[in-house]
């Protein structure tokens, strides 16, 4: 017997097992819960001016640094901070060159400079600093210190005030023009505001930040505690909150939503006379899908444009002078049946290198050259994997780049800017004790949705010790943000603790199968808005059909089918054990959304749902809070309380409902925590637990588990681990 402690109240469920438990077992293989949870996480790599080095941010579970590389040599930590003692965290911010040999980052509300072969050194007269830019000289540096903008001379150390604002703008976004005349930055208006939880009484406050008075303006650098130049939006647009690019000398290129984010628009404005036109202009019925590597690249010399848009059914790059009158001077310069995104120029113009999929092929990424002079594209990076976001060197000869493959998580890797060249990787960031032979090759594969038979692309992850005259358990992992997808190869992002993860739960005689339900993206544009109007709904039957396939392999026992998911996929876990709700064995919901209406009134959901006054039927059907009193089977959920992505509360509410329902289940809070568990131990414990969940529901095939009653409540149903629906 196993007590579940459920706010307060201790629910006592029996278990039958049939067999000797599995959940003591040792790892079979070399990868293991600690191993994985070690894993090191580079970021943000920025060339050195002189194009020898490469200085990065390298996370480890918590414990971030700066490091240097040299092509050809091992990394060099820069920086070697403790962690908080109480959080067991150490952040670094934004950081740039200041020479080829200095660098200045900001840390803990300071300015900081560091050379390689000396310490780092907190910098004098930059006390409460966090945004920073350097002119492009590097002579100058703006800065935001007690919600005012200022302005420092780096060689003789003289101050000024630029800004005089009074409405308690939070800035962000510092970016100088290229002539070094003007300042760009965003502000907002943030606050904290308490959720309203009359279930939660008074004594624990959940507070939800809002932000509001979004807008983005331009400040001479002769200011005098002056006023900003506001760039007006206009056709109720929204302003991309990433932040605007220079052009050359007063023109600014920025990028516009409407409210319901079906209209994109890309617009010039000289801020010397206030002048705007748009440039381009998308409109999708359904919402405008292209995020991660979409953001506009101009070239050196700010005459031309290179943009994403999906207007032929895929993301495809477009070329466009920033002196065209119409759009019909644009020229389409990747095409097919598959994406491109990541653009970004070499430093002479003459190329566009670029990250793109393959027809047939949307589970993996590869680099490109683009050449201004042939219109032609020739391969640079196509080692088999997820290779992306690439920048070239200042002197154009290089390019460093993040690849994630089969044999490796996410990791820096070099190679010359041409083709028929061989890359050189920077970062070791896994365990060297794991050995290759026991990682997983994750395989591409398709199933009918129930929704409509249209193809569900999905990744099926079978170890090659598995005996397949045997019926194994299998789990079923939902990707979350909604719009992300899964790869052949480890997850490049945030998701990549739970690849790991997998590749242990293979390792242990699971199979997993992770599907890319409608509104994933990576594949063509009718994919990606397959969840308006619809969330929790078609998307949910795709997932439910991966059951169904799963339950056509012979070697997977069609009873012992687990579902887990994280964010988006946290919130489809709920949804599949309240529309399905036996079709699945057990269920882990990791920091989920339970009630759309609750989480966040943001650009996302309106997009895809609209809001709960103009949809009120599609946000409550969508609400899967709303109706827990169809779980049947066990469920797990564990959240951080420092969540921001998706905030503690919806966990709340869930916790409520299920409490109020005599609903048994299991939970694991994790004190400030953010939303992607990041620090070692909470991933240990989160995995460990994880695995001693699935291993009761799904490794013993006689597990019969019940309710036998509760201190205060005699409703608990029974959980009788039958056959699915």
Known sequence: MFGVKVLGRVVILAITVASASAMAEAPKGSITIDRIADIKYPTDPVWSPDSKSITFLWDAA??????????????VALTDFPVNPNTLRSDIGHFDWVSPSKIIFSRQGGLWSVSQGEKPARMAGFEG????????????????????????????????????????????????????QWISFNVAHAREVPMSMPYNGDRVRVMRSTVSGNKMGVISIYAIEGDPIWLE??????????GAQWTSGSTLLRTEFSPDRKTRWIKLTDVSTGETRTLWKDYDPAYWTPNAGSRPAISPDGKTLVFLSDRTGWPHLYMMPLNATSESQAKQITNGKYGANYATWSPDGKHIAYTHSVDGNQMERFLAIYDIDTGKSVDAGNARGVNFDASYSPDGS?????????????????????????????????????????????????????????????????????????????????????????????????????????QYLAQQGYVILTPDYRGSSGYSRDWAVGDY?????????????????????????????????LSYGGYMTLQAITTTPTLFRCAIDVAGVGDWATWSPGAYTIGRLGTPVTNPEGFYRSAAALHLDKVQRPLFIMHGTNDTNVGFWESLKVFDELEK?????????????????????????????????????????????????????????????AAGQ
């Open 62 to 75: 918590g414990k971030q640094d700066l490091f240097l590389v040299t092509p050809g040599s091992a990394p």
């Open 398 to 502: 290089q390019l460093v780049y993040s690849r994630a493959a089969i044999e490796h998580p996410l990791e820096l890797y070099v190679t010359p800017a041409k083709a028929g060249t061989t890359s050189t990787r920077l970062t070791v960031s896994i365990d060297t004790a794991i050995k290759t032979t026991d990682l997983t090759a994750p395989v591409p594969v398709s199933f009918p949705s129930r929704a409509d038979k249209k193809p569900v692309p999905a990744t099926l992850m079978v170890a090659s010790t598995i005996d397949k005259t045997k019926k194994h358990p299998a789990i079923i992992w939902i990707h979350g943000s909604g719009s992300d997808q899964n790869y052949l190869g480890w997850h490049p992002g945030a998701y990549r603790m739970y690849y790991a993860m997998h």
């Open 533 to 565: 109007m619809d969330m929790g709904g078609k998307p949910t039957e795709d997932v439910a059909s991966g059951a169904d396939y799963l339950k056509t392999l012979s070697y997977v026992d069609p009873d012992r089918i687990g579902v887990w998911g």
């Open 233 to 242: 939006t206009g056709q109720g647009g929204l302003g991309d909150r990433s």
């Open 661 to 721: 329902m005599g609903k048994p289940f299991d939970m694991m809070i994790y004190p400030g925590e953010i939303h992607f568990f990041r620090r070692a131990y909470v991933l240990r414990d989160a995995w460990h637990r994880s695995e001693d969940f699935f291993d009761k529901y799904l490794k013993d095939t006689g597990n019969t588990v019940k309710s036998v009653g509760s201190v205060e409540s005699p409703k608990h149903q029974k959980f009788t681990v």
């Open 129 to 180: 600093v966090a945004q920073f830019a350097l002119s492009q000289d590097k002579k100058i540096i703006v800065f935001v210190r007690a919600g005012q903008i200022f302005t420092t001379s780096l060689v003789a150390g003289t101050e000024r005030q630029l800004s005089n604002l009074t409405e308690g703008y939070n800035i962000s976004g510092l970016q100088f023009s290229p002539d070094n």
